[in-house]
């Protein structure tokens, strides 16, 4: 074996990675670009859930947009106020005051309460379902009850019961919008996390044909706009809907409400999802001229009548 051809090889191959190394260095310095330090005190404050609900591609873009003044310190919605606020003691300025939000799903007629029409079998999404065929449900503006919501959620913050009603565990959810946008029925919708009285039904029918594709739909009676003093409350497209700008969550309609489609919440840091939706205490219903009785929301898939 030639010793000397090892040599000059082992030689020749370390005077060119010193030559590369050097090249390197070179252009390391030729074409370093400043990187500002705030970037990745942003970054560290912010969620890295990645979620794309600020409308740019991940949390790091996020944060070089926010250092260099192109968008607003709380233009994180998954870290909602408390990310904004550390973020603007980072950049050394002001957060505007923004409220928490946190997703409503305007629907709770389940498989027993809206019967099913069909059998749709196909690729777990609402999306397609819905353009195949409407999907299985009486309702054509009810719930379809698959995966395209809870699946976009980055903190599986959506979940279904046993009767197939989806339900958002506010401990969870970050109010971040992803799942509002992915509904192809508009179900969902964010609404102030303070914010304790709900319609939940967006039906378009009214009075007997929304009772008869489910058994809790809104029939468009009115009854809650009637009661309501703050103006904060109207029926449109056959459906009643909250202005939270103007509600001071006094229930009033729930109370008038004949079908139970407007719930109030009860916050309860105990219960699994944060809290549960229930009638409101003592609201009575005729029951077949037997006078009235209290009415729990036994109907509405167990939740309880509020204390």
Not at 63 to 84: H, L, N, Q
Not at 228 to 234: E, G, K, P, R, S
Not at 260 to 284: M, N
Request: charged share 25%.
């Amino acid at each position: 074996m030639d010793w000397s051809l090892i040599w000059k090889a082992a030689i020749a191959l370390a005077g060119f990675g010193a030559l590369l190394g050097a090249i390197l260095a070179i252009a390391s310095r030729r074409f370093h670009v400043e990187v500002d330090a705030r970037v990745e005190e942003v970054l560290d404050v912010l969620p890295r859930s990645n979620c794309g609900a600020c409308g740019l591609p991940g949390c790091e873009p996020a944060a070089e947009a926010i250092v260099r003044g192109e968008v607003p310190v709380t233009i994180c919605k998954a870290g909602g106020p408390a990310v904004a606020a550390e973020v603007a003691r980072i950049m050394g300025v002001e957060a505007e005051s923004t409220v928490p939000m946190v997703a409503h799903i305007h629907c709770r007629g389940g498989a027993t309460l809206s019967p099913i029409r069909a059998v749709y079998q196909g690729v777990n999404s609402c999306r397609a379902a819905e353009t195949a065929m409407g999907g299985g449900k009486a309702c054509p503006f009810g719930c379809l009850c698959l995966e395209d919501c809870a699946t976009v959620c980055p903190v599986n913050a959506i979940t279904f019961d046993e009767d197939c009603v989806r339900r958002v565990n506010v401990k969870k959810c970050t109010g971040c919008g992803l799942c509002a946008d992915v509904c192809p029925r508009d179900l969902i919708e964010m609404v102030p996390a303070d914010a304790t009285v709900f319609v939940r039904c967006k039906c378009q029918y009214t009075g007997k044909k929304a009772r008869d594709v489910c058994k809790v739909a809104c029939i468009g009676c009115r009854k809650c706009e009637k009661v309501c003093q703050y103006d904060a409350i109207h029926v449109e497209n056959g459906f009643a809907t909250i202005d939270y700008d103007k509600c001071t969550n006094c229930g009033d309609c729930a109370m008038a409400c004949p079908t139970d489609s407007i719930q109030l919440w009860v916050a309860d840091e105990d219960h699994p999802e944060g809290g549960e939706f229930v009638v409101p205490e003592g609201k009575k219903r005729k029951k077949g001229g037997a006078g009235d009785a209290e009415v729990p929301a036994d109907a509405a898939g167990g939740e309880g009548v509020a204390d």
